[in-house]
């Protein structure tokens, strides 16, 4: 059973910076894949990025050249990069990782962005 736990989220001013980490624990070996997906009141969660085993990055349109994943396979984390952040950033943060097909999540971090 795979544990993630996030950490790293708060309290930002517009325009500012934040990054999420994402440690996973309970399994050996590396994680096949790592991504991070955020929740707004009211909203459906949705996909934020995804970083394979191997490096290769995805992101969503709405956060592509502001935010950047990556991810330590030492130390099984993943990080969330997060700039220019904007107030619709504001969301509670997730991360997801899939090891051998199975799927696991995070509690969420709460990351809000207000003046």
């Known amino acids: 059973q795979v544990q993630l736990v996030e950490s790293g989220g708060g309290l930002v001013q517009p325009g500012g910076s934040l990054r999420l980490s994402c440690a996973a624990s309970g399994s050996t070996g590396s994680m096949d894949s790592m991504g991070w997906y955020r929740q707004a009141p009211g909203k459906q969660r949705e996909w934020v990025a995804t970083i394979t085993s191997g490096g290769t990055t995805n992101y969503a349109d709405s956060v592509k050249g502001r935010f950047t994943i990556s991810r330590d396979n030492a130390k099984n984390t993943a990080y969330l990069q997060m700039n220019s952040l904007k107030p619709e950033d504001t969301a509670v943060y997730y991360c997801?990782?899939?090891?051998?097909?199975?799927?696991?999540w995070g509690q969420g971090t709460q990351v809000t962005v207000s003046p």
């Open positions: 997801k990782a899939i090891r051998w097909g199975t799927v696991s």
